[in-house]
C-alpha cells in the first residue's frame, strides 16, 4: 500500500524519540498562546514526519501529542472562524498554519497505517483498525477547519480519503471498533465512522453556517458517522429506508446522491441515521430540552430543531431542492458592502446626520404624541459637521453574474477586489439593467482556488429608502437618531412592509419613530422577519 510519503532518515530529530519524552516536552510548550504554540508544534511534527521510527514509537508519539493538538486547533481556530474573506494577513497565517498542523499529524498516522498494512493476525488487524481511524478523523478535524476558513476541499482530499477507506475495506478492518477517548469519549468507533464523517460534513454545506451552527453541526458528523453502513450494492429494499449516500472510490469527489456504474461505487446506508434524526426533532417538538437529547449542552432551541431538520434532508432525503428556479446568468453587479456604506448610497451620496432638536421641540413632539398618536413635524439638519462614520468610501465593486434567480445571486469577483464580505451582511446590489439598488444579505462566501472570492446572496424584495429611526425605551428616554431602510409592502406576494434596524434594536413592542424625509411616524415593532450579522429585519405597526 503506497501512500506517496516523503522517505525518512536520521540526519535531524525531533525534541523527543519516545512517548514519556513527547510528555514531558508538552508541559514546556506554551499551549495558552495559540500562535507561537502552533509554530512549536509544526516544527517538531515535520522533524517527526521525516525522522525513521518504529511504526510503534511513532504511533505512541502521535497518541501522546493528538489531545494537546486538538485542543490546542480548537483555541487557534477563534481566529479565523466565521470572519469575512479575503481573510487578514494574521487570520490567513493562522488558518494555514492550523490546515498544515492538521496535516503533518494525520500524514503521520498514514506512514504507520501504510507500515502496518502488511501484518496478518488478530493484532494486526486492531493496529490496523485503529490507524485507519485515526488518520481519517485528523483529516475530519483538517476539514472541519478547512471549512471555517471558507473553503472546501479539493479532489486531491476526497481521492486520499477514498483510497484510505478502500485499503481499510481491503483488510477487512474498516467497521472493526476501536476506541477513540479524544474524540468519543468511552462510544466505540471506527474508520468507517471517521470517513462517514467526512461525508456527512461535506453533504452539510457546512460553509453556509454560522461559525456557532458549524460547530453543532460538526459535533453530530462525529457522533453519528457510526450509524451509517458501507454497501457495495444499493439497498433492495427501499420502501422502509431512507435514501442512502454514494460514494466512488476511484473518484476525487465527496458523497452524492447520484450513482454511475463504476467497480469504486459504493452505499453509505443512513437509514438508522434518519431514525436517530427524526427522533430527536419529535422530542424537542415537545418540549425536551437539547442537552437531554445529547445534542450538546450548548445547543438551544428553536435552532436546534431548524437545524437537524436541515441535516436530515441533507443526509437522509435525497438533498434540498431548490424553491425557486436558478438560471445562468452573465454581465457584472455592482456591490456595496455594509449599513453605513448602502444607507450612504440609497440617500444620494450623502452623508448621514443625525437630526438635532432643542429641549422645547423635543417637549412640544411628546405633548403632542401623547395626544394624537402621531405626528408630522419638520426635521432640522444639523449644521454641525459631526458626521458619523461616513468619511470616505471606495468605489463601488463590481462582481460577476454567475446565476440568478427571483430571490438571490451566485457572484464571483477576484479574492483582493474589493471589500470584505461575509455570511449576514448588508448589501446593495445592481445589476447592469437594473433600475435600483437592491438590498441583499450575504448568505454564505467562499475562497475557490487561489485567486476567487464566491457568495451567494438573498435579495430582500422591494425598492429600499434610507430613513432615519429613533428607539424609545419605557422609561421615557430614547436613542439618538440612527440609520434605517424600509421596504415596502407587496401585496402581490403578501409580503408586509418592513423596517431593517441594526442589530440588538428588537423588543416586541418597542416604540420607535421613523423619520422619512421631513416626516415622522411613531410605530411599534412586533416581529423579526430576518436578521444577519449587523442588521434585523423587523414588521412594525402604528400603534393604537
Known amino acids: 500500500m503506497n501512500f506517496e510519503l516523503p522517505a525518512t532518515g536520521r540526519d535531524q530529530a525531533p525534541a523527543f524519540l519516545a512517548a514519556r519524552e513527547c510528555r514531558d516536552w508538552l508541559h514546556q510548550v506554551p499551549l495558552a ?11 517538531q511534527l ?38 469575512p ?87 477487512g478492518v ?50 453519528w458517522g457510526g450509524k451509517l453502513e458501507l454497501l457495495q450494492a444499493p439497498p433492495e429494499d427501499i420502501r422502509n429506508r431512507a435514501q442512502p449516500l454514494w460514494v466512488d472510490l476511484e473518484s476525487d469527489r465527496p458523497a452524492s446522491y447520484l450513482p454511475h456504474p463504476t467497480p469504486g461505487g459504493r452505499w453509505l446506508e443512513t437509514t438508522e441515521l434518519r431514525k436517530s434524526l427524526q427522533s430527536r426533532i419529535s422530542l424537542l417538538d415537545q418540549g425536551h430540552a437539547p442537552a437531554t437529547l445529547q445534542l450538546g449542552d450548548d445547543v438551544t432551541q428553536p435552532a436546534a430543531a431548524h437545524l437537524l431538520r436541515r441535516v436530515l434532508q441533507r443526509w437522509c432525503q435525497g438533498g434540498t431542492l431548490r424553491g425557486e428556479t436558478r438560471r445562468s446568468a452573465h454581465g457584472s453587479c455592482q456591490v456595496l458592502v455594509g449599513f453605513d456604506a448602502v444607507h450612504c448610497q440609497l440617500s444620494g451620496g450623502k452623508p448621514f446626520r443625525p437630526p438635532r432638536r432643542d ?56 479574492i483582493d477586489k474589493g471589500a470584505r464580505i461575509g455570511a449576514g451582511q448588508l448589501l446593495a446590489t445592481r445589476t447592469a439593467d437594473g433600475p435600483w439598488f437592491s438590498l441583499a444579505v450575504v448568505r454564505w462566501a467562499l475562497r475557490e482556488g487561489k485567486d476567487t472570492l464566491t457568495a451567494g446572496i438573498q435579495l430582500l424584495p422591494g425598492e429600499p429608502k434610507a430613513v432615519t429611526v429613533r428607539l424609545c425605551n419605557p422609561d421615557g428616554s430614547s436613542s439618538d437618531w440612527r440609520q434605517a431602510f424600509l421596504l415596502p409592502e ?46 434585523e429585519r423587523c414588521i412594525m405597526r402604528i400603534p393604537d
Open 359 to 414: 429641549a422645547a421641540a423635543l417637549r412640544r413632539e411628546r405633548e403632542e404624541f401623547e395626544t394624537f398618536g402621531d405626528r408630522r413635524l419638520l426635521a432640522h439638519q444639523s449644521a454641525s459637521d459631526d458626521v458619523t462614520g461616513m468619511e470616505s468610501w471606495s468605489v463601488i465593486d463590481d462582481w460577476q453574474l454567475l446565476n440568478e434567480s427571483a430571490g438571490g445571486m451566485r457572484l464571483s469577483r477576484g
Open 85 to 171: 474573506l479575503p481573510l487578514a494577513p494574521a487570520e490567513q497565517h493562522v488558518l494555514e498554519t492550523s490546515l498544515e498542523v492538521w496535516n503533518l499529524l494525520a500524514l503521520g498516522y498514514l506512514r504507520c497505517f501504510s507500515t502496518a498494512a502488511d501484518g496478518r493476525g488478530k493484532e494486526a488487524a486492531a493496529l490496523q483498525a485503529l490507524l485507519a481511524q485515526r488518520t481519517l478523523s485528523v483529516f475530519a478535524d483538517w476539514q472541519v477547519d478547512l471549512c471555517r476558513g471558507e473553503q472546501l476541499p479539493d479532489g486531491g482530499y476526497w481521492l486520499k480519503l477514498h483510497r484510505i477507506l478502500a485499503a481499510a475495506e481491503t483488510l
Open 490 to 535: 407587496i401585496p402581490a406576494l403578501r409580503i408586509p412592509a418592513s423596517l431593517l434596524l441594526r442589530s440588538g434594536s428588537f423588543r416586541l413592542d418597542r416604540r420607535i419613530e421613523v423619520m422619512v424625509g421631513q416626516q415622522i411616524q411613531a410605530m411599534t415593532l412586533y416581529r423579526i422577519l430576518d436578521h444577519g450579522s449587523e442588521f
Open 33 to 43: 498562546n495559540p500562535t507561537q504554540a502552533q509554530g512549536i508544534v509544526l516544527r
Open 174 to 223: 474498516a467497521s472493526l471498533t476501536v476506541d477513540d477517548p479524544v474524540r468519543h469519549g468511552q462510544l466505540p468507533t471506527s474508520a468507517l465512522a471517521a470517513y462517514a464523517e467526512c461525508n456527512l460534513l461535506s453533504s452539510a454545506n457546512l460553509f453556509e453556517l454560522s461559525a456557532r451552527h458549524l460547530a453543532w453541526v460538526a459535533r453530530w458528523a462525529r457522533r
Open 46 to 83: 515535520g522533524l517527526l514526519h521525516h525522522f525513521d521510527l518504529p511504526v510503534a514509537e511513532r504511533l505512541a508519539i502521535l497518541e501522546e501529542l493528538r489531545g494537546s493538538v486538538c485542543r490546542l486547533q480548537e483555541d487557534a481556530a477563534k481566529a479565523f472562524a466565521a470572519r
